[in-house]
Every structure is written in C-alpha cells, then in structure tokens.
C-alpha cells in the first residue's frame, strides 16, 4: 500500500456520543501530520461534550486520498490512531451495497466501541426498512454499565449520504429508500457541528 502512505487522510464522518464531531476532528488533522490522527478520546481533545454526563465513545469513518472507507472506534478515555499503519479497532468498510434502487445501504453500525453492521444489515427487511429496539439484547452489551449509542452510517459505493445516532432503549425505524444524500441526522434534535 504505498500509495495509501504517501495520500492524506481524509475524516468522511466522526461522532462523538450522540452528536457529529466531523469538524472538531478535522481541525485536529490540521493541527499535525496529515496523514496520520492520534489522540485521548476526551471532551477536551475533541472540543466538544457529546453527551452530558455519560461516558462516550467515538466513532470515525475515513479514508485515504478517496480510497476505500474505513471505521475507527475507541471509548473515552482511550487513544485513538488512524495511520496508514495503525491496527486495533479499526477495519476497512466493504463496498457491497444490496441499494440497487438508489436507496442508501448500512455502510457501518457501530453499537458503543464495537462494530455491528453485520447484525444491523441483517435486520434489513424485503421494503428496505430498519425496525428494532436499539438494545443490549439485540446488539449485545459491547460496554458493560455504560449507556450506548447506536451510530448507522449509510450510503452507497461511492458516498456517505446520511447518520443517524440514536440511544440505547429508543427505537430505530428507518426507510433507507427515503434517506437523502448527503446529510447527517441524529434523533432528538440532537445539535451538530
């Protein structure tokens, strides 16, 4: 992969608990190497509190010079680093999209610190909806004694064109046929950057 080494890192999308942080985290891209992001998960770092009160995890999809999406997660507390070279909690986001309609397809589910897009598109149903409680039952319980969100990136091959960030114990209904491009939306009138 030498031409990923030398490409500039890109930050698609970045939440942070139950808000979108992708500018905050873009600034801090600015601040040092380009090719490379490495920080403490932290209300301070990040400039911004996610959510009030709770313990958080962030949530960053990437890429490197428009190449291939990838996904990093981390909780609060915790170093996250996205490098050309960096291993841990962080996966490239296969390009398979079942949208052939020109709806939007589950690129990433990230439930807490961990990755369920793989138990989130099999919900998917025959009308292309999503529908289930957002739960530890369903989603298994990826931090124990801590309030998780659910963060749903959707797209299709070549774009990012929505998120949406509920909490645990709310419920998730989604038309992926009606999802927009690109937009970023969160329950609860949750604010963004």
């Known amino acids: 992969m030498p031409e990923q080494n030398a490409a500039k890192l890109n930050i698609i ?9 992708t500018e905050h985290i873009k600034r801090l891209l600015r601040e040092g190497d380009q090719r490379t992001l490495s920080f403490i998960v932290s209300n301070r770092a990040i400039g911004e509190d996610g959510w009030h009160g ?7 999809v990437y ?19 996205l490098s050309p070279h960096a291993g841990g909690a962080l996966r490239s986001i ?15 589910a990230t439930y807490g610190p961990h990755d369920v897009t793989h138990k ?4 998917i149903s025959s ?35 929505s998120v949406e960030v509920l909490r645990e114990r709310e419920t998730c209904f989604i038309d992926l046929n009606k999802l927009s491009p690109p937009q970023t939306q969160t329950r609860n009138r949750i604010a963004n950057d």
């Not at 709770?54 to 960053?60: A, N, P």
């Open 127 to 161: 009308y292309n909806t999503l529908l289930f409680p957002v739960d530890n039952a369903l989603l298994g319980d990826t931090w124990r004694g801590v309030e998780k969100t659910l963060v749903l990136v959707f797209g299709t091959n070549s774009e990012v064109r």
């Open 13 to 21: 999308v970045a939440v942070y608990g139950l808000k979108t942080v």
């Open 63 to 81: 890429n490197y010079g428009g190449g291939d999406l990838q996904i990093a997660t981390a909780k609060e507390g915790d170093v996250i680093t």
């Open 54 to 60: 709770q313990r958080k995890s962030i949530t960053i």
């Open 94 to 108: 296969v390009k398979e999209s079942s949208a052939d309609n020109g709806g939007s397809d589950v690129l990433i």
């Open 120 to 123: 989130v598109k099999n919900m």
